[in-house]
């Protein structure tokens, strides 16, 4: 049976400048729950202590969100996203206090080993554990099996393979899947970007290749252009018989009804996003590379492709306006 989960409350936080309210986290959960999501991840956009200067302040405390919804959650399990850097131990554990019971610890597809001591520590708490390798378009095949082993080395649930800057097509897609459900005994499970407009047609690809896990978001809700969209998936789900405990009615009341309302612009692919796929940029770098234009008077699409020149990686987000800078001057 496939396992969904829902992105929505930490992908989606990007969307919507991390703006979310305890309110709004209660209402879109227990809605989930009830369409049959398996996992509910709720964090800042960037995990857990994402909240700063660097990626934005959220606006509701992360662990008042994760409260919230473990207080009408019943079916699901509530999931934190944590990059190791960024999020400590020690956020781990009160996030485990405020409900969450999964924590998917993500670093970026060469620095598995970084998630070590993360992993030691959530396996003693007996948290469901995900290793999840980000900007997966930036290693082969053979290397992201390499990173995938050190993750099953250390006892993680399932891996997950993030295609981070949306970049990927369908075969690139099939040939990472694949190569790590051959070498590792644990399951693997897929996230897309929908920058290319591929998100959908990839996650189903990933599906198809051996992939049991799946990251979607309601509206498509996430950086960049945004991540597989729920309600989409679950249709073409049904449309292919592929086995799967998702309402597809509930999941539509989630969307229009509950997450719709909430977004600050429309979640599409625009020339900024377009080229955030085009040039292999990580997705959550959009709103930032905007700000930088704005402030020195530049093209978010000049940017953007110098980012992805510079092979920019996740963590990285204040050299955008280092580069924003440099192009300035060079213009003048």
Same mark, same amino acid.
């Not at 959220?58 to 079916?75: P, R």
């Not at 290793?131 to 053979?142: C, K, N, R, T």
């Not at 995938?148 to 006892?155: L, P, Q, T, Y």
């Not at 990686?313 to 306006?321: P, R």
């Given at each position: 049976?496939?396992?969904?989960?829902?992105?929505?409350?930490?992908?989606?936080?990007?969307?919507?400048?991390?703006?979310?309210?305890?309110e709004?986290?209660?209402d879109?959960s227990?809605? @989930?729950?009830?369409?049959?999501?398996?996992?509910?991840e709720?964090?800042?956009?960037?995990?857990?202590?994402?909240?700063?200067?660097?990626?934005?302040?959220?606006?509701?405390?992360?662990?008042?969100?994760?409260?919230?919804?473990?207080?009408?959650?019943?079916?699901?399990?509530?999931?934190?996203?944590?990059?190791?850097?960024?999020?400590?131990?020690?956020?781990l554990d009160?996030a485990?206090?405020?409900?969450?019971?999964?924590?998917?610890?993500?670093t970026?597809?060469?620095?598995?080993?970084?998630?070590?001591?993360?992993?030691?520590?959530?396996?003693?708490?007996?948290?469901?554990?995900?290793?999840?390798?980000?900007?997966?378009?930036?290693?082969s095949?053979?290397?992201i099996?390499?990173?995938?082993?050190?993750?099953?080395?250390?006892?993680?649930?399932?891996?997950?393979?993030?295609?981070?800057?949306?970049?990927?097509t369908?075969?690139?897609?099939? *040939?990472?899947?694949e190569?790590?459900? @051959?070498?590792?005994?644990?399951?693997?499970?897929?996230?897309?970007?929908?920058?290319?407009?591929?998100?959908?047609?990839?996650?189903i690809?990933?599906?198809e290749?051996?992939?049991?896990?799946?990251?979607?978001?309601?509206?498509?809700?996430?950086?960049?252009?945004?991540n597989?969209?729920?309600?989409?998936?679950s249709?073409?789900?049904?449309r292919?018989?592929? *086995?799967?405990?998702?309402?597809?009615?509930?999941?539509?009341?989630?969307?229009?009804k509950?997450?719709?309302?909430?977004?600050?612009?429309?979640?599409?692919?625009?020339?900024?996003?377009?080229? @955030?796929?085009?040039?292999?940029?990580?997705?959550?770098?959009?709103?930032?590379?905007?700000?930088?234009?704005?402030?020195?008077?530049?093209?978010?699409?000049?940017?953007?492709?110098?980012?992805?020149?510079?092979?920019?990686?996740?963590?990285q *987000?204040?050299?955008?306006?280092?580069?924003?800078?440099h192009?300035?001057?060079k213009?003048e």
């Amino acid at each position: 049976m496939l396992k969904v989960i829902d992105t929505t409350l930490r992908d989606g936080s990007h969307a919507v400048s991390h703006s979310f309210t305890a309110e709004q986290v209660r209402d879109i959960s227990r809605v @989930l729950d009830q369409a049959g999501v398996d996992i509910i991840e709720i964090s800042h956009g960037d995990g857990l202590a994402g909240s700063s200067i660097n990626y934005g302040f959220s606006k509701t405390n992360e662990l008042e969100l994760i409260k919230a919804a473990s207080e009408v959650v019943k079916n699901a399990k509530i999931g934190v996203l944590l990059l190791p850097g960024i999020g400590t131990i020690a956020d781990l554990d009160k996030a485990y206090d405020a409900g969450a019971r999964v924590v998917r610890i993500a670093t970026h597809v060469t620095e598995a080993d970084v998630a070590i001591e993360h992993i030691k520590h959530a396996k003693e708490k007996g948290m469901f554990i995900v290793g999840f390798l980000m900007m997966i378009h930036m290693a082969s095949p053979e290397k992201i099996v390499e990173q995938a082993k050190i993750f099953e080395e250390n006892g993680v649930d399932y891996i997950n393979l993030a295609d981070s800057a949306g970049h990927l097509t369908q075969n690139e897609v099939k *040939e990472r899947i694949e190569a790590v459900k @051959l070498s590792c005994n644990v399951p693997v499970g897929f996230h897309a970007h929908n920058n290319l407009g591929l998100a959908v047609a990839n996650s189903i690809t990933a599906i198809e290749s051996g992939a049991k896990y799946i990251d979607a978001t309601c509206c498509g809700l996430g950086a960049g252009a945004g991540n597989c969209q729920l309600e989409v998936l679950s249709a073409v789900l049904n449309r292919l018989n592929i *086995e799967n405990n998702l309402d597809f009615k509930k999941l539509l009341e989630a969307s229009e009804k509950h997450v719709r309302p909430l977004l600050q612009r429309p979640q599409i692919i625009d020339a900024a996003a377009l080229m @955030l796929g085009y040039s292999g940029v990580y997705s959550s770098f959009l709103l930032h590379a905007k700000r930088a234009a704005e402030i020195y008077n530049l093209s978010v699409i000049d940017i953007l492709e110098e980012l992805g020149k510079r092979k920019m990686v996740g963590g990285q *987000e204040d050299m955008i306006i280092d580069v924003a800078y440099h192009l300035a001057n060079k213009k003048e």
